[in-house]
């Protein structure tokens, strides 16, 4: 697995608040079901807190990972059941994007803020 944990990050490239935005993931998060996700471009830092519907998100972990490291364990976190329903899901958001080995992305990993 190639995860590549940086203590110095390079700059965010967008808001946590866009980190998780989608309705349907919005509602994995809440029900615990997505405990990650995976973006083009680094949205949070360790740390950071995301809001969503009322309920408080730490971002626990930001890596790099290419899309062939992708296990059936990361789809699970991402809310589905494997890397081939991760996959298709993707493609049906992004029509025309290729689904390449060596593409990087960035994994957000983020838990409950517990009271």
């Not at 809440?30 to 730490?58: P, W």
């Not at 991760?86 to 992305?105: A, D, E, F, R």
Request: aromatic residues 8%.
């Amino acid at each position: 697995m190639t995860n590549h944990e940086e203590t110095n990050l390079p700059p965010k490239t967008c808001s946590i608040e866009r980190l998780v935005t989608m309705e349907s993931d919005v509602a994995l998060v809440l029900q615990g079901k997505k405990t990650a996700t995976r973006r083009n471009g680094r949205y949070a830092d360790v740390g950071e807190i995301m809001e969503l519907q009322g309920h408080s998100f730490v971002v626990d972990r930001v890596y790099i990972q290419t899309l062939g490291d992708l296990t059936d364990e990361h789809a699970k976190q991402e809310g589905f059941e494997s890397v081939e329903d991760y996959k298709q899901s993707i493609l049906s958001y992004h029509p025309g994007m290729p689904w390449l080995p060596h593409m990087t992305v960035w994994v957000h990993e983020f838990s409950t803020v517990k009271a």
